[in-house]
């Protein structure tokens, strides 16, 4: 049909033609952070001339949402156009998606659609928590289960392919290959793979689904990308923008090359990421989501919200901002109306195509919703209103500076009760049904590290080590707790002077350490620390302490000036110590107690 009306066009132009569907092109790229696209605007290390190529050529949604803030869920939820609760693969231990939900492959092969997958799939893993400690994946569940013709699926050295780079079909696909060299590399090599294959039935429209593994931890630094990074950046920084100015790289060259393959003005593209960029220490993957607040794992706009552009040269107006709340759902929804499909009522999200031609000047969807964990939301823009647990909520206005900061929910009752309703109805309809009944510590760290740091979870009771008092272990001698003190014992024989140590801890730095004492001790003793991150203890993280003789209870107080998290302390006593008594020991940040154990009775650790 396209070929047909083609042919006709120039000569009967008042011929009007049903549209052919377009070729539909979605990349997704990984924990890459909303900052991290040039046109952003954000951040000035950061150089994407491909993809901001690709915003000046279509529409950057500026408010561009996914359903949920990690790699699983999110990816369930944009292939199926549906909230991913509904089928109970809420988080990264729910999968594999369900064979019976229709990916967009699925949907578009019945319109004529030829259809691929590269790269990251993450859809066939077994669930945790059955006694399923393997997760190895499920064959059936491969790309190849869910409708897709093509596929080189995989993120990093080892994919299972329906064809080789050269583009031979494999006969027992899907066939293990091993290619260790860099993986965005081989990614849009796969990429383009498809796309040579598609030259020999140019009229078949194709949806290739490109699944970037970048820039997701394990960072690296590929070359000749990593070398053109600005050297005063920290590492994770500079691999971060090595990755994905080699993702842009491989979007420029897959880009050339519809262009050459003269599908430039039938190819829809959707470039989004799958979360945001996580940025806790030691798990940091270089990417940025400032000014947004959180990170992945996160239902605040950090976690959620994502570099999101939508560009159709031709069809769709060039270098537009759209300001109104789109989601990742919008895909299948857009891909289904495009093909040319029945409305499907089973998809949350809706078609795109007349509000990003601005044809239709109103808000695409009137609230969009999440549950993830334990965190539930709900977006009424400008309102989100985020439930932590049971008992946590709060109500941010997302277009003040503040943000994800300023907690409004004092200030609207009304408003918040009825957003509450219709979460607590929308969570009704989900697998399970309704809202988070528990917070776990994980959800609760990170509001503490984003918001408000009375959410910190309690420190766990370490689990009580041989010898161990409350958590405090001896070395080089022994512990006790007798007569309202905790009495250390060195050993005769110790060739190193005795310490106290104590991990795991989480306590952020700088803070004063005060103990109650008496003994024999006296001499030169020291405090020293180790933080997140560090495997070892640094000579340099050491502060001295002098301890005195006496019977009387004397205090002893060290500075400790750490900048970061501390996860394991130590308190070495002197050298000649017999027999050292500690009555309490304190930690304290500006001048308050955040931890303190009390030997004077069987306390435990508070
Ligand atoms: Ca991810």
């Given amino acids: 049909m396209r070929l047909f009306c083609l042919l006709l066009l120039p000569l009967t132009l008042t011929v009007t033609c049903p549209a052919a569907p377009p070729n539909i092109l979605l990349i997704y790229s990984d924990d890459h952070g909303w900052a991290d696209l040039g046109e952003q605007g954000v951040n000035g290390d950061i150089r994407t001339p491909n993809m901001d190529q690709l915003v000046r050529d279509g529409i950057r949604c500026h408010r561009g949402y996914v359903s949920a803030p990690q790699c699983v869920p999110s990816r369930a939820g944009v292939l199926t156009g549906r909230y991913q609760e509904r089928f109970g693969v809420e988080d990264n231990t729910k999968g594999p998606l369900p064979l019976e939900e229709v990916s967009i492959a699925e949907r578009l092969k019945p319109a004529g659609y030829v259809t691929g997958q590269v790269g990251k799939w993450h859809l066939d893993l077994p669930a945790e928590g059955k006694g399923k400690k393997d997760r190895t994946p499920l064959m059936a569940h491969m790309p190849h289960g869910q409708g897709f013709d093509e596929y080189w699926r995989g993120e990093i050295g080892r994919f299972f392919a329906s064809h080789d780079l050269e583009g031979k079909p494999f006969p027992d696909a899907p066939h293990l290959v091993e290619d260790r060299r860099f993986r965005v590399s081989v990614q849009t090599e796969a990429a383009l793979g498809f796309l040579d294959r598609r030259r020999a039935k140019p009229e078949q429209p194709w949806f290739l689904y490109l699944a970037y593994f970048a820039p997701h931890v394990p960072l690296e630094s590929p070359e000749p990308w990593f070398s053109r990074t600005l050297e005063g950046l920290t590492k994770e920084r500079r691999q971060a923008l090595a990755m994905i100015a080699a993702m842009d790289e491989g979007i420029g ?21 799958d979360n945001g960029a996580p940025t806790k220490e030691g798990h940091w993957d270089g990417s940025i989501n400032l000014p947004l607040i959180g990170e992945k794992g996160m239902l605040t706009d950090g976690g959620t919200r994502v570099p999101f552009v939508v560009a159709w040269p031709g069809t769709l107006p060039a270098g537009r901002v759209y300001e109104h709340p789109v989601v990742s759902l919008d895909v299948a929804a857009t891909a289904n109306a495009l093909a040319g499909l029945p409305a499907d009522p089973r998809l949350d999200g809706v078609n795109l195509m007349p509000f990003l031609k601005g044809e239709d000047k109103a808000a695409p969807h009137e609230r969009l919703f999440w549950r993830w964990r334990t965190q539930a939301a709900v977006l009424e823009f400008p309102w989100k209103l985020i439930r932590l647990g049971p008992g946590e909520q709060f109500l941010f206005d997302v277009t003040t500076p503040e943000g994800e900061k300023k907690n409004l929910l004092a200030e609207h009752p009304d408003f918040v009760q009825r957003l509450n309703e219709r979460l607590k109805k929308w969570s009704d309809e989900l697998k399970p049904p309704g809202l988070p009944t528990e917070v776990n510590d994980q959800d609760a760290t990170f509001f503490a590290d984003h918001i408000d740091p009375r959410f910190r979870p309690a420190p766990k009771a370490a ?22 003190a905790l009495i250390v014992t060195p050993e005769a024989e110790a060739k190193a002077p005795p310490f106290i140590t104590l991990s795991p801890l989480d306590i952020a730095g700088p803070v004063t350490l005060k103990l109650m004492v008496r003994g024999d001790a006296a001499g030169p003793g020291s405090v020293t620390w180790r933080v997140r991150r560090e495997a070892g203890f640094d000579p340099a993280k050491r502060v001295p302490l002098t301890w005195n003789e006496g019977a009387e209870w004397h205090p002893l107080t060290v500075e400790v000036p750490s900048t970061s998290n501390i996860i394991h302390l130590r308190v070495l006593l002197p050298a000649k110590a017999k027999q050292v008594e500690i009555q309490s020991i304190t930690v304290e940040r500006d001048g308050k107690a955040v931890q303190a154990w009390n030997f004077k009775q069987q306390a435990s650790a508070s």
């Fill in 253 to 273: 060259e897959i880009r050339a090359k519809l262009k050459e393959m003269g599908q430039e003005k039938n190819t829809l593209i959707f470039f989004i990421s």
């Fill in 463 to 484: 689990a009580a080590a041989p010898g161990s008092v409350q958590g405090w272990l001896c070395r080089n001698g022994t512990l006790q707790q007798k007569g309202g």
